[in-house]
């Protein structure tokens, strides 16, 4: 059974950074690539990144690129988002998410994936 649980969530200022990070059990790590999504008060959750199970490629949605930065460490089963200059509207519980197909390629759409974590909250204050 995959386990997805994330941390690093929690109250910063705008303009201020969190590392959020996701950490897995259940399944070859190095071969799955993952992802984060958000889900701010009252709207769907959407896409925010994405990693290739090697690490080469990365996608970031168009709100936050330039701002976050995901990266991997397959030794230890975890993916990280690195969150710079956060803005209100960046408010919301972040969730790691992972496909259960290896080498999965995308898309990354809420349905597509199969396993989740609890969640994490950021909470930026303007």
């Known amino acids: 059974q995959v386990q997805l649980v994330e941390s690093g969530g929690g109250l910063v200022q705008a303009g201020g950074s969190l590392r959020l990070s996701c950490a897995a059990s259940?399944?070859?790590?190095?071969?799955?690539?993952m992802g984060w999504f958000r889900q701010a008060p009252g709207k769907e959750r959407e896409f925010v990144s994405s990693?290739?199970?090697?690490?080469?490629?990365?996608d970031y949605a168009d709100s936050v690129k330039g701002r976050f930065t995901i990266s991997r460490d397959n030794a230890k089963n975890t993916v990280y988002l690195q969150m710079n200059s956060l803005k209100p509207e960046d408010t919301a519980v972040y969730y790691c998410?992972?496909?259960?197909?290896?080498?999965?390629?995308?898309?990354?759409?809420?349905?597509?994936?199969?396993?989740w974590g609890k969640g994490t909250l950021v909470t930026v204050s303007s």
């Open positions: 998410a992972t496909n259960r197909s290896p080498y999965y390629n995308g898309p990354w759409r809420v349905y597509d994936m199969d396993y």
């Open positions: 259940g399944r070859t790590f190095s071969t799955y690539a």
């Open positions: 990693i290739s199970w090697g690490g080469s490629r990365t």
